[in-house]
């Protein structure tokens, strides 16, 4: 019977291992600075793993590759010369302390702004 046992045990499909959880420092209308990149932006989107295409994770330089087992952070992103969609890992990020306005086109469309400076999803993308 333990012969038995053992071989439906032994056949049974792997079940999927769940990553460990990872407790997001950002939340969505906060504002980022990249650690080592001259960038920051507002967090629009959290992954609590990484989910983005493994094309994308192999062209960052071994050296500089984050872990994949942390949040990452959708961010509508801006520089000196321009404005773009950025995906960053939790290691990678720090609070700006600024102040200043994010001027990225689609923050209109996503948030507003309080007397405070907080950015707050507007109601229409809440759920």
């Known amino acids: 019977m333990n012969d038995t046992v053992s071989a439906v045990t032994d056949s049974s499909p792997a079940r999927p291992i769940a990553p460990p959880v990872a407790h997001a420092r950002f939340s969505i209308g906060d504002v980022v600075r990249h650690r080592m990149l001259d960038f920051r932006g507002i967090v629009f989107d959290v992954d609590p793993v990484f989910a983005n295409t493994d094309e ?3 062209a960052i330089p071994e050296s500089f590759r984050p872990r994949k087992d942390q949040p990452f952070y959708h961010l509508l992103a801006e520089n000196a010369e321009s404005s ?6 939790q290691q990678n990020l720090v609070h700006d302390e600024s ?6 086109p ?3 469309g996503l948030f ?6 907080r950015y707050g ?3 229409q993308h809440r759920h």
């Open 121 to 123: 999803l507007k109601r």
């Open 99 to 104: 102040d200043d306005p994010v001027e990225h």
């Open 56 to 58: 994308w994770y192999e």
């Open 106 to 108: 689609a923050v209109s």
């Open 112 to 117: 507003d702004r309080s007397e405070d400076g």
């Open 84 to 89: 773009y969609v950025a995906y960053v890992s």
